[in-house]
T-cell receptor, first 113, second 116 residues
Framework: GAVVSQHPSRVICKSGTSVKIECRSL??????MFWYRQFPKQSLMLMAT???????TYEQGVEKDKFLINHASLTLSTLTVTSAHPEDSSFYIC???WGDGYTFGSGTRLTVV | AQSVSQHNHHVILSEAASLELGCNYS??????LFWYVQYPGQHLQLLLK??????LVKGIKGFEAEFIKSKFSFNLRKPSVQWSDTAEYFC??????????????FGQGTILTVHP
């Protein structure tokens, strides 16, 4: 139980375009979801916390107008990288709180060319 | 702000060797502690967690960790590693209360390579 499905696993986009990443909870309702970013050989950095039906809470230094998060239902949260640039290339991971722990998506490798 | 530090970036062992991965955190409040493992090409999986009670926690696949509050440490151990333990290991800390409840802070990760 407590599976989070993240899609796509890999995406390559042109600079200036937008990319949407989806995170779905398959067998439970995820009231709270978290979005992380992981640079090569570095740790996962929390970008934002999203709660169903309300605005996301962004961590300091994360541009909320660039990384749009929508959590419109209890099973779906999306992260849209708007006007992507090469420096946005990274590994993005979503997570949902479940029970007394967390479950993670498999991640999305974004490459902006 | 809380932070998590893992002592080693890359550990290389032979099968049957013992493993200890260090993790220290800095935070003044009550915390919940986790170790996650990420096998190549797969998502993060929970190895074990500590919330309260016995500071020696046993997890899956023979792993255990000990919470030493006075040292702000939560080191991961395994008596005898296997080739299949080759993966990246992350220590993580979550606030157990307050306005930042539930936010996970991760360590830098430790890559474990086990040679057969």
């Amino acid at each position: 139980g407590a599976v989070v499905s993240q899609h796509p696993s890999r995406v390559i986009c042109k600079s200036g375009t937008s990319v949407k990443i989806e995170c779905r909870s398959l067998d439970f309702q995820a009231t709270t979801m978290f979005w992380y970013r992981q640079f090569p050989k570095q740790s996962l950095m929390l970008m934002a916390t999203s709660n169903e039906g309300s605005k996301a809470t962004y961590e300091q230094g994360v541009e909320k107008d660039k990384f749009l998060i929508n959590h419109a239902s209890l099973t779906l949260s999306t992260l849209t990288v708007t006007s992507a640039h090469p420096e946005d290339s990274s590994f993005y991971i979503c997570s949902a709180s479940w029970g007394d722990g967390y479950t993670f998506g498999s991640g999305t490798r974004l490459t902006v060319v | 702000a809380q932070s998590v530090s893992q002592h080693n970036h890359h550990v290389i062992l032979s099968e049957a060797a013992s493993l200890e991965l260090g993790c220290n955190y800095s935070y003044g409040g009550t915390v919940n502690l986790f170790w996650y493992v990420q096998y190549p090409g797969q998502h993060l999986q929970l190895l074990l967690k500590y919330f309260s009670g016995d500071p020696l926690v046993k997890g899956i696949k023979g792993f255990e960790a000990e919470f030493i509050k006075s040292k702000f440490s939560f080191n991961l151990r395994k008596p005898s590693v296997q080739w299949s333990d080759t993966a990246e290991y992350f220590c993580a800390v979550a606030n157990a209360g307050g306005t930042s409840y539930g936010k996970l802070t991760f360590g830098q990760g430790t890559i474990l390579t086990v040679h057969p």
